[in-house]
């Protein structure tokens, strides 16, 4: 069954809210209330499909493209800093919190747990099909878009929602991703040259590491890999995609591991796989645009909690933070300091918080977390 409303987001409100809980006492197997938003595909003026499916349970996800596999219900993510993000959080019965990386709804489910609404953001199918089935009990607190977390404001401003408490963003594949081999994100296991997060459209890796030329390559590797040796890493690809096209992810792990010398126990193709993961993606660009929007999106005295995974990422939320925080602005040819007209923020971590011990013995990925918080300050 399928309903257009004007405003889905509505169902938080006490009118709608009761509306939806006589609707699903005649529906007594629907299980799950989900939100399909595709807004590139929205025309202007368009209201948004609340769709229910009493048959499976689950959220109508519309279509999926013919390119797309199946998915994968075992969708696992070990949830990393979970207690100290909730605590930034502050979630609570009545706030709304946006959780920008769904994943395997780790976060999302404490924050349900203490009483918060909470609209879910990811690009992955499986992602937001194993967080339906996580978060179920809280079906009336929860609703899933199918979006990049760069259509944030979008999103908000179009559902009718504005602003929100609290914005949660944890940067980065997930161990699901790194572990399935079709998705194609991992050097070590063999699958297709792939690494999109949102596989209905975009580049693959294997589109870059076979058009692209050894300068291009090479930039790539420098800027979103860091990889010192980026030009033999780019002309080791062109030479060999000259006798045959890159295809598997095993095969151009070979040829990187064969041009590039080891570096301790870090397999050559590391900062080869991590630059054409964030390149696929346009990861570092989205997270630009969803810092840029995050203090209009949030209401004043709203946190904004980001979780990132390696310098380039850590580097852009850092300095952003910075120059949102600053109240005045100065510099030697100028008279006396000025207002900054981007002091919007007020940090809340002077330093990065780290997992504990106890936390990176359990998980060893967590290892290279880095948390930074701040609260949007009065207009």
């Not at 109508?60 to 207690?83: A, C, I, Q, W, Y």
């Not at 964030?278 to 989205?286: M, P, S, T, Y």
């Amino acid at each position: 069954m399928s309903l257009s409303v004007n405003h889905p987001y509505d169902f938080f409100r006490p009118s709608l809210a009761a509306w939806t809980m006589g609707l699903r006492r005649r529906l007594d197997n629907v299980l799950f209330l989900h939100l399909d938003l595709w807004p590139w595909h929205l025309a202007a003026g368009s209201s948004r499909k609340l769709t229910m499916n009493s048959e499976s349970g689950r959220g109508d996800h519309g279509s999926r493209e013919k390119n797309e596999p199946p998915v994968d219900h075992r969708f696992e993510h070990t949830t990393v800093l979970l207690r100290e993000a909730v605590e930034f959080l502050q979630p609570a019965p009545g706030k709304l919190i946006v959780d920008a990386t769904l994943g395997g709804a780790g976060h999302t489910h404490a924050l349900l747990e203490a009483g918060a609404n909470v609209l879910g953001f990811d690009q992955d199918e499986a992602a937001l099909q194993a967080a339906q089935e996580r978060c179920a009990d809280y079906e009336d607190h929860f609703a899933t878009v199918r979006a990049n977390f760069r259509e944030l404001e979008a999103v908000l401003q179009e559902s009718g929602v504005g602003q929100v408490d609290g914005i949660l963003a944890d940067i980065g594949v997930s161990s699901f991703q790194l572990d399935t081999a079709e998705r194609g994100f991992s050097f070590q296991q063999d699958g297709p040259l792939e690494m999109r997060m949102d596989q209905r459209s975009g580049i693959t890796a294997a589109d870059i590491v076979n058009t692209w030329s050894v300068e291009e390559l090479q930039k790539l590797f420098v800027e979103y890999g860091e990889e010192p040796l980026a030009r033999r890493a780019a002309m080791a690809i062109v030479r060999r995609r000259e006798q045959r096209a890159f295809h598997r992810t095993l095969d151009l792990a070979e040829v990187l591991a064969s041009a590039l010398p080891r570096r301790g126990k870090t397999h050559p193709a590391t900062r080869v796989f991590q630059a054409l993961r964030i390149g696929v993606n346009d990861e570092l660009g989205a997270l630009k645009d969803l810092l840029d929007q995050a203090p209009r999106c949030l209401k004043p005295g709203g946190r904004l909690v980001l979780i990132s995974f390696h310098s380039l990422e850590d580097r852009i939320v850092k300095h952003t933070l910075q120059r949102q925080s600053m109240q005045w602005q100065d510099r030697p040819e100028w008279p006396e300091p000025r207002p900054n007209p981007d002091y919007c923020m007020r940090v809340l971590t002077k330093k990065p918080v780290e997992p504990s011990e106890e936390e990176v013995s359990h998980n060893s990925r967590s290892r290279s977390a880095r948390l930074r918080a701040a609260e949007r300050i009065a207009s």
